[in-house]
């Protein structure tokens, strides 16, 4: 598996240039752009698994070593064929210890269980969410706290997002509204911006992650 082809990278990319190309990558790829019961929801949840590894993987400097180590020694191409698809490509399989195979397990590579895997990678994402969320003024603070823009951007999602707040977030207190956006909302609890997402109706949830990979996208088409 080539998780510079997941990341759309040149094995020749810097540590800031893997990380912009998993935060691209992460936001195209995220499950929760469609609806649970879409058809495209299983493929979406591999690749984001896939996007989640390779991640893991290339940026530790340490790890990365390693992977472009093994990655050589197993014959991986320098530049995969065009018509390759890294989600199509076998998963190598790992021999029995004492067998002079290499410990893919250290790449992502190992028996995890789908709850596993999706724990892994929501936890992973949630980070550089999070540091998303602060460069673009949604989030402040190192525990991530959602802002009154942050709140104001949750209040224009949906006709229902005050409904929701107001249920799920006692304490909340709402500026004034103009037309279904909120002015300001302070959440009392303290929950970060990524644990407000998580509990967000998920066609909200596929708004939020638009509205993001715009905004990311946009930042890279101008540096």
Do not use: C
Request: aromatic share 10%; hydrophobic share 30%; no cysteine.
């Amino acid at each position: 598996m080539d998780y510079y082809k997941i990341l759309d990278i040149s094995p020749n990319a810097t540590q800031q240039q893997v990380r912009d190309a998993y935060k691209k990558q992460a936001l195209k790829s995220h499950p929760d752009r469609v609806p649970s019961d879409s058809p495209e929801r299983p493929a979406r949840t591999k690749k984001f698994q896939q996007i989640n590894d390779a991640y893991y993987t290339l940026s530790d400097p340490s790890r990365r070593r390693d992977y472009d180590s093994a990655r050589s020694y197993h014959g991986f191409p320098s530049a995969p064929a065009e018509d390759s698809d890294p989600e199509e490509e076998e998963i190598p399989q790992q021999k029995a210890p004492g067998g002079g195979g290499f410990p893919w397990s250290t790449f992502g590579f190992g028996a995890k269980t789908p709850k596993e895997e999706e724990k892994f990678s929501s936890e992973q994402f949630g980070s550089v969410f999070e540091e998303m969320l602060r460069d673009e003024g949604l989030a402040e603070g190192q525990e991530a706290k959602p802002t009154g823009k942050f709140w104001s951007l949750v209040g224009g999602l949906s006709g229902g997002a005050m409904g929701f707040i107001v249920a799920n977030f006692p304490g909340a207190l709402a500026g004034a509204v103009a037309g279904n956006r909120l002015g300001a909302v302070r959440d009392a609890r303290g929950k970060s911006v990524y644990s407000v997402f998580q509990e967000l109706p998920q066609g909200d949830k596929a708004k939020l992650l638009s509205e993001l990979a715009a905004k990311v996208f946009a930042h890279a088409i101008g540096s």
